[in-house]
T-cell receptor, first 108, second 114 residues
Framework: GQQLNQSPQSMFIQEGEDVSMNCTSS?????WLWYKQDPGEGPVLLIA?????ELTSNGRLTAQFGITRKDSFLNISASIPSDVGIYFC????????FGAGTRLTVKP | ETGVTQTPRHLVMGMTNKKSLKCEQH?????MYWYKQSAKKPLELMFV???????ENNSVPSRFSPECPNSSHLFLHLHTLQPEDSALYLC?????????????FGPGTRLTVT
């Protein structure tokens, strides 16, 4: 089946810095989703992408559907302490596949 | 609040117990899912119900038994579990319409098997 590689596994940044993470697949995807999960909670959908090259923003978050359709990127600008959490990518066709997550720590 | 609720939020059970997890979605979606989330591993899809019919069973042990009485409710019945079944169990729902496939998750049930 399709494998999703998400990197980096963890990030430690200073408040105010920009953050970038990405996911790659071994095959072509037609949907990319990005989620954030806080401790003790379920993942919350941040951004959904459906077209190659699509660039979508949600506040300080921006995600892109890669041109090759095998990757996606999530950027967070001017990070704040509440950005702390685990960010997951997910994609399909077929059953939704999830990356292992990027754990983000923001130091005030 | 994502529109998907799960109860209980925490559950501790012995290996000989029988318990059930409940999920309810208030979004009018037509598909519901059970996922298992273990530490440092990607979410594992367990069961999919599309229009109330089970369409996927990803080789889940028979000690897990799903039930979907209607499009808004989903249960996961548990019996004779093993300690390695301890995990966060997440329910999700989506409106399956062409390529539109956004899944919305509940807060999860933290299960501990002793």
């Amino acid at each position: 089946g399709q494998q999703l590689n998400q990197s980096p596994q963890s990030m430690f940044i200073q408040e105010g810095e920009d953050v970038s993470m990405n996911c790659t697949s071994s095959s072509i995807f037609n949907t990319w989703l990005w989620y954030k999960q806080d401790p003790g909670e379920g993942p919350v959908l941040l951004i959904a992408l459906y077209k190659a090259g699509e660039l979508t923003s949600n506040g300080r978050l921006t995600a892109q559907f890669g041109i090759t359709r095998k990757d996606s990127f999530l950027n967070i600008s001017a990070s704040i302490p509440s950005d702390v959490g685990i960010y997951f990518c997910a994609g399909r066709p077929g059953d939704m596949r999830f990356g292992a997550g990027t754990r983000l720590t923001v130091k005030p | 609040e994502t529109g998907v609720t799960q109860t209980p939020r925490h559950l501790v059970m012995g290996m000989t117990n029988k318990k059930s997890l409940k999920c309810e979605q208030h979004l009018g979606h037509n598909a519901m899912y059970w996922y298992k989330q273990s530490a440092k591993k990607p979410l594992e899809l367990m069961f999919v119900y599309n229009f109330k019919e089970q369409t996927e069973n990803n080789s889940v042990p028979s000690r897990f038994s799903p039930e979907c009485p209607n499009s808004s409710h989903l249960f996961l019945h548990l019996h004779t579990l093993q300690p390695e079944d301890s995990a966060l169990y997440l329910c999700a729902s989506s409106q399956v319409l062409g390529d539109y496939y956004e899944q919305y998750f509940g807060p999860g049930t933290r299960l501990t098997v002793t």
